[in-house]
């Protein structure tokens, strides 16, 4: 049993404590809260280490919704790049739980700035990339660091699948052909779908489908049960993303998000989240053009829910808090840039029943900072994974 005290408590639920406590026990919270007789009452006759937060602030572990934190390895060049399987503009099979190295020093370097999720997997190479996994940063094996696994399913649109398959003469060369290739593929995992659906009621009757593991694994996106998570810089692919989404009844969010600042009213209309990012880079591309660090703000303020993402390693994800408080500099109202690193990324993703929130019964992730945790001088004091320290600083 852990009991956190002496520090301001930032639930992320719209209820703060100037001077709380947070009690921790069996890698869940059981207490948020000011009342020092409900945290003696639970304690009683208990072993309880106590953390001194020294004045600081306590608030939920960090979240980054959209990053490559593993697969592409720090310092290590090709032979750890694996992201982007450039060989086919369809693959929904991938997973990207087999190929993060799950002890890369990003996931070190992650839990030294307080961040306890990140939300990993394919580039943008492909017109369907794979499987993404929300994965907590610290674990033995990757199997003991899932959250949720598939958390989505990765698809991207405008220049990336433009780019690489140009190269190579194949199709898509254009925006029209990434568009239909998508459409192509669900309409095929619909197909594939029915015929299952068919067999399973009528066995004697129906022949079973040839097994496809690429459509296996889009039928979790037509059930609803993961989100396609669609790379889109521009307002057009944004748009086409919408559509396509809409056409086929599943459940989106846009990524990236850059020019979804000049169509905020669409997006909200639309009900469509935003995981923006990354912040801190120059205009590398046509694509950025119109790439501002005020769209966080713009989006937030129009009322669509955004989350703010590193692209880790495009922004090292131990940045991530910094994204915010760029953001907050750039007009974005403070409260909101926590939320979009905290119970934001967390609902958008589909992980917020476990992580993004200081409450009773969710996973033990906390985070202590010694000063505000968007300003820039403010440090991690102790990082907290499934009611385990797994960071101290000396």
Request: net charge negative; glycine share 8%.
């Amino acid at each position: 049993m852990i009991l956190i005290k002496n520090g301001k408590v930032l639930t992320m639920t719209g209820v703060d404590y100037d001077d709380g406590y947070v009690l921790l026990d069996g890698g869940k919270i059981i207490y948020v809260g000011d009342d020092l007789k409900k945290i003696n009452g639970k304690t009683k006759n208990k072993n309880v280490e106590i953390i001194d937060a020294k004045k600081g602030y306590i608030l939920p572990g960090l979240i980054d919704a959209h990053c490559h934190v593993g697969l592409w390895e720090d310092s290590v060049g090709f032979e750890g790049e694996d992201g982007n399987e450039m060989t086919d503009p369809v693959t929904p099979q991938l997973r990207a739980i087999d190929g993060v190295y799950h002890v890369d020093r990003a996931f070190v370097e992650a839990r030294e700035n307080g961040v306890t999720t990140v939300v990993t997997g394919p580039g943008s190479a492909n017109v369907i990339g794979g499987q993404f996994a929300a994965l907590k940063t610290y674990g033995k094996r990757i199997e003991e660091m899932i959250i949720k696994e598939p958390v989505a399913m990765k698809v991207a649109f405008g220049e990336n699948p433009k780019t690489v398959y140009n190269e190579k003469r194949q199709m898509p060369t254009t925006r029209m052909a990434t568009a239909a290739m998508l459409r192509e593929n669900l309409i095929k995992a619909k197909e594939y779908k029915k015929l299952l659906e068919d067999y399973n009621k009528d066995k004697e009757n129906n022949d079973k489908p040839e097994y496809d593991m690429k459509m296996e694994a889009l039928l979790k996106v037509l059930n609803k049960e993961i989100p396609l998570k669609a790379h889109a810089h521009r307002a057009d692919d944004i748009l086409t993303a919408i559509r396509i989404a809409k056409e086929f009844d599943v459940k989106i969010t846009i990524e990236h998000c850059t020019e979804g600042y000049l169509i905020k009213d669409i997006l909200l209309e639309e009900g469509t989240p935003a995981v923006v990012g990354p912040l801190l880079t120059d205009r590398s591309k046509i694509e950025l053009r119109n790439q501002s660090l005020k769209a966080p703000g713009i989006l937030s303020k129009a009322g669509v829910k955004v989350a703010i993402m590193t692209d880790h390693p495009c922004v090292p994800v131990q940045y991530l808090s910094l994204c915010a408080a760029m953001a907050v500099r750039e007009g974005m109202d403070e409260k909101e840039a926590l939320k979009a690193i905290t119970i934001n990324a967390a609902a958008i993703v589909g992980i917020d029943q476990r992580v993004g929130s200081l409450e009773v019964n969710k996973d033990a992730d906390v985070v202590i900072f010694d000063g505000h945790p968007l300003e820039i001088k403010s440090k991690v004091i102790n990082t907290i994974i499934n009611g385990k320290v797994v960071y101290e600083r000396e």
